[in-house]
């Protein structure tokens, strides 16, 4: 499953209800795609107001193959009535996952030191 819609159904319920710790366990999602926990458009999706957060950081990477579902997410946040503020963060010329695979690097120190601002 991809990591913003686990992230975003985080957010959702802490939005909604009143969570110990701030944690919940993740339920099975019946009904398959037809799941608001797997299918952030369908009709019974909660929205986007409920989001329990203020600002959202979603980084991509321009040769992940997962890019184009991270720019989807970011733009589907900020067309449906989520009021805070959400910013897209891209790095050019890296692959999936390039942070872990590649620590060092200048690109991951540049992500690493934007996800610290942004948390501050």
Do not use: Q
Request: glycine content about 8%.
């Amino acid at each position: 499953m991809f990591t913003y819609i686990n992230i975003h159904n985080v957010a959702i319920r802490l939005g909604l209800e009143s969570l110990p710790g701030r944690e919940f366990v993740y339920p099975s999602a019946p009904g398959s795609l037809d799941n608001p926990i797997v299918n952030l458009v369908g009709a019974s999706t909660p929205s986007l107001a409920g989001l329990g957060c203020l600002r959202i950081l979603l980084c991509v990477a321009s040769k992940d193959w997962l890019r184009e579902k991270g720019v989807w997410y970011y733009e589907f946040v900020k067309k449906n009535g989520w009021e805070g503020e959400i910013e897209l963060f891209e790095v050019e010329e890296e692959d999936h996952a390039f942070h872990i695979f590649y620590i060092d690097s200048h690109n991951a120190n540049a992500m690493i030191d934007r996800l610290a601002s942004f948390l501050v």
